[in-house]
């Protein structure tokens, strides 16, 4: 599975972006779709994710700012994000979690997309 993610960019503070991310190759039996991300220094976090739409889960940190949404038939996922603030600064992966033929999940990351908020 190949993910590939655009939409990033630099924003004020309180401004919007919308991040896109589209997965191709053996897309089959997809459980998740979602956004994580890191900045300089920290850890990779959780932003949100979806199994469908009204199942979704969300960092406390991002609730009530930013939505994810899933095209199943596009096998893509977005994340729009309002009010955005300078700590949302960061690099922001594309992430699906499919089922393969052996029954497992795995995980699949885009590369990558920097988002900059300046205050």
């Known amino acids: 599975v190949q993910l590939q993610a655009s939409g990033g960019g630099l924003v004020q503070a309180g401004g919007s972006l919308r991040l896109s991310c589209a997965a191709s190759?053996?897309?089959?039996?997809?459980?998740?779709m979602g956004w994580y991300r890191q900045a300089p220094g920290k850890e990779r976090e959780l932003v949100a994710f979806i199994v469908r739409p009204g199942n979704t889960n969300y960092a406390d940190s991002v609730k009530g700012r930013f939505t994810v949404s899933r095209d199943n038939l596009k096998n893509t996922v977005h994340l729009q994000m309002n009010s955005l603030k300078p700590e949302d600064t960061a690099v922001y992966y594309c992430?699906?979690?499919?089922?393969?033929?052996?029954?497992?999940?795995?995980?699949?990351w885009g590369q990558g997309t920097q988002v900059t908020v300046s205050s």
């Open positions: 992430n699906v979690n499919q089922r393969e033929y052996d029954g497992r999940y795995y995980d699949y």
């Open positions: 190759g053996s897309v089959r039996s997809i459980n998740t």
